[in-house]
């Protein structure tokens, strides 16, 4: 979803080649499409004691909208999410229910 004032990513973290979902409030003029740092380096704010290991970033998953009805068994609702088996990875995954 557009938004003027804050910018979102996955950052590359680390030597594993893995991402890490970022997110900052950007003020200023955006020249071009795409994502605007705020400088040449950014700090990345986690929780104490948080490694990527284990992370939410490290198990992220996307599923292409032709792929959902291949991969995605719904299973139930349960507090506000729709719960799926993803065919593929064995696990859940969540989406909040419409």
Not at 3 to 17: D, R
Not at 46 to 59: D, K, M, V, Y
Not at 61 to 80: H, Q
Request: proline fraction near 6%; aromatic fraction near 14%.
């Amino acid at each position: 979803m557009p938004c003027e004032w804050l910018e979102f990513t996955h950052i590359p973290f680390g030597k594993s080649g893995g991402k890490v979902a970022a997110c900052w409030v950007f003020e200023g003029p955006k020249l071009a499409a795409g994502v605007h740092f705020p400088g040449n380096r950014i700090d990345l704010a986690a929780p104490r004691g948080w490694t990527f290991e284990g992370s939410l970033s490290q198990r992220f998953t996307f599923v292409s909208g032709e792929d959902i009805a291949n991969r995605l068994k719904y299973l139930r609702t349960e507090r506000g999410l729709d719960v799926f088996l993803d065919a593929s990875t064995g696990r859940e995954v969540f989406k909040p229910s419409s």
